[in-house]
């Protein structure tokens, strides 16, 4: 059973930093890509950032790049997203995604960012 369980969100300052976890069991998750997504109140689930199986391949959106940075520990079967300089609009659930093969969903971790 594919499992994707994210963890690491919670209540920050603007300017602060979070660290999010995505831990995964039950498929060959050297070989995946795996992203994280977004869904702020009111708004559709957006593409945050991408990584390859490998590392070899890194994608950002835009409104995160410098600031967002995803890696992956493929002999512990997780992927990170470290959030810094963080600013109000960054307010959303994020959810871990794998993204290769059929699509599974982490239950998400709510990240809010307000003074």
């Known amino acids: 059973e594919v499992q994707l369980v994210e963890s690491g969100g919670g209540m920050v300052q603007p300017g602060g930093s979070l660290r999010l976890s995505c831990a995964a069991s039950?498929?060959?998750?050297?070989?995946?890509?795996m992203s994280w997504y977004r869904q702020a109140p009111g708004r559709e689930r957006e593409l945050v950032a991408s990584?390859?199986?490998?590392?070899?391949?890194?994608y950002y959106t835009n409104s995160v790049k410098g600031r967002f940075t995803i890696s992956r520990d493929n002999a512990k079967s997780t992927v990170y997203l470290q959030i810094n300089n963080l600013r109000p609009e960054d307010t959303a659930v994020y959810y871990c995604?794998?993204?290769?093969?059929?699509?599974?969903w982490g239950q998400g971790t709510q990240v809010t960012v307000s003074s």
């Open positions: 039950g498929f060959t998750f050297s070989v995946a890509m």
């Open positions: 990584i390859g199986g490998a590392g070899e391949y890194i």
């Open positions: 995604k794998r993204a290769t093969g059929k699509t599974y």
